[in-house]
C-alpha cells in the first residue's frame, strides 16, 4: 500500500524567508509524487510533480521540490515566502491511471 | 472555463435524505475520480472509473454509496439514507495519459454535503 506522512500540521514562516514543507512517502515501485494546494473554500489545485528525471521539480508560483530517494522524501519548498502562500499543503503519492493517496496536510502560515 | 466541474457547491440535508452530485471532468479525460475529504483531513479515494467502467471502489464506499458514468463523460455520485458521518466535501478530479499532462489529475472544486 502506499502513503505519505507529513509530520508537521503547522508551518509558521515569516514573509520572505525560505519555507519547506516536510513530506516522506512509502511506495512499491517507482513513486509518482505530487503537491497541492488548497485555499479555504476552494479545491485542490496542483503545484508539481515528480515522476522522473531531475531530483528538483520546479512548479506554479516559485514552489520546487526535492526528490530524494534514498531518504524517501519529497519536500516542498520556496526560496521566499509570500503572505499569499498562506494555505494548506497537500503531498500526495499515485496519480495518472491510479489513485492518490494524500497526506494529512500541512497548514502553512506566512506571517508579515 | 475547460476544467472539473462539480455541481451542487454546497448541500445541505436532513439525516435519511438522498442527494445526488454531478461531476464533470475535462472533456478527453477518459479517467474519473470520486474522493472524500473531512475537516482537518487530506482527501481519500472513494473510486473511480475508466470511461463507463468502475474500476474500483475503496471500502469506505458503503452500501449507500453508488456512483455512476454512463456514457463515459460526466459521473454522479448518489447517497442514501444520508448520516451525519457523511458530512464532507467530495472531490471529482480527472485524468488522461494521452497528453503532456499524463500522471496529473485535476481536481473539481468540490461539493460540500452538510448533513443535520
Known amino acids: 500500500a502506499q502513503s505519505v506522512a507529513q509530520p508537521e500540521d503547522q508551518v509558521n514562516v515569516a514573509e520572505g524567508n525560505p519555507l519547506t514543507v516536510k513530506c516522506t512517502y512509502s511506495v512499491s515501485g517507482n513513486p509518482y509524487l505530487f503537491w497541492y494546494v488548497q485555499y479555504p473554500n476552494r479545491g485542490l489545485q496542483f503545484l508539481l510533480k515528480?515522476?522522473?528525471?531531475?531530483?528538483l521539480v520546479k512548479g506554479s508560483y516559485g514552489f520546487e521540490a526535492e526528490f530524494n530517494k534514498s531518504q524517501t522524501s519529497f519536500h516542498l519548498k520556496k526560496p521566499s515566502a509570500l503572505v499569499s502562500d498562506s494555505a494548506l499543503y497537500f503531498c500526495a503519492v499515485g496519480g495518472g491511471y491510479q489513485k492518490v493517496t494524500f497526506g494529512t496536510g500541512t497548514k502553512l502560515q506566512v506571517i508579515p | 472555463d475547460t476544467g472539473v466541474s462539480q455541481d451542487p457547491r454546497h448541500k445541505i440535508t436532513k439525516r435519511g435524505q438522498n442527494v445526488t452530485f454531478r461531476c464533470d471532468p475535462i472533456?478527453?479525460?477518459?479517467?474519473l475520480y470520486w474522493y472524500r475529504q473531512t475537516l482537518g483531513q487530506g482527501p481519500e479515494f472513494l473510486t473511480y472509473?475508466?470511461?463507463?467502467?468502475?474500476?474500483?471502489k475503496s471500502r469506505l464506499l458503503s452500501d449507500r454509496f453508488s456512483a455512476e458514468r454512463p456514457k463515459g463523460s460526466f459521473s454522479t455520485l448518489e447517497i442514501q439514507r444520508t448520516e451525519q458521518g457523511d458530512s464532507a466535501m467530495y472531490l471529482c478530479?480527472?485524468?488522461?495519459?494521452?497528453?503532456?499532462?499524463?500522471?496529473?489529475?485535476?481536481f473539481g472544486p468540490g461539493t460540500r454535503l452538510t448533513v443535520l
Open positions: 472533456s478527453e479525460h477518459n479517467r
Open positions: 472509473f475508466q470511461n463507463e467502467a468502475q474500476l474500483e
Open positions: 515528480y515522476i522522473t528525471g531531475d531530483n
Open positions: 478530479a480527472s485524468s488522461t495519459l494521452l497528453t503532456s499532462k499524463d500522471n496529473e489529475q485535476f
